[in-house]
Nanobody
Framework: QLQLVESGGGLVQPGGSLRLSCAASGDTHDYYVIAWFRQAPGKEREGVSCIKKNDGSTYYDDSVKGRFTISRDNAKNTVYLQMNSLKPEDTAVYYC??????????????????WGRGTQVTVSS
């Protein structure tokens, strides 16, 4: 079993920055990819970014390219999402997710077996 815990959310003004963390514990040798998803009120959960554990290759949704950066610290089993130039439309609950079955990044929610509880990000003046 793998447990994921997100942290770092909060209220920030437009143009501001936040760094989210996703700490993995338990069977941390099993997962291949960790991804960040977000879900705004009344909308479906969408993929934001993901990173492969072994080689660190990354994927970004077009809506966050150039503003968000995903990174990993395998020694700490932690994945980070640095979010800059935040916009009101980035407001959502952000979840991290892990897959032990797929060796590549995907934005399909069904490919991830483990999920954190989420952290709220609110971008507002």
């Amino acid at each position: 079993q793998l447990q994921l815990v997100e942290s770092g959310g909060g209220l920030v003004q437009p143009g501001g920055s936040l760094r989210l963390s996703c700490a993995a514990s338990g069977d941390t040798h099993d997962y291949y990819v960790i991804a960040w998803f977000r879900q705004a009120p009344g909308k479906e959960r969408e993929g934001v970014s993901c990173i492969k554990k072994n080689d660190g290759s990354t994927y970004y949704d077009d809506s966050v390219k150039g503003r968000f950066t995903i990174s990993r610290d395998n020694a700490k089993n932690t994945v980070y999402l640095q979010m800059n130039s935040l916009k009101p439309e980035d407001t959502a609950v952000y979840y991290c997710a892990a897959t032990t079955s797929y060796h590549y990044c995907t934005s399909i929610t069904d490919t991830y077996e483990y999920w954190g509880r989420g952290t709220q990000v609110t971008v507002s003046s």
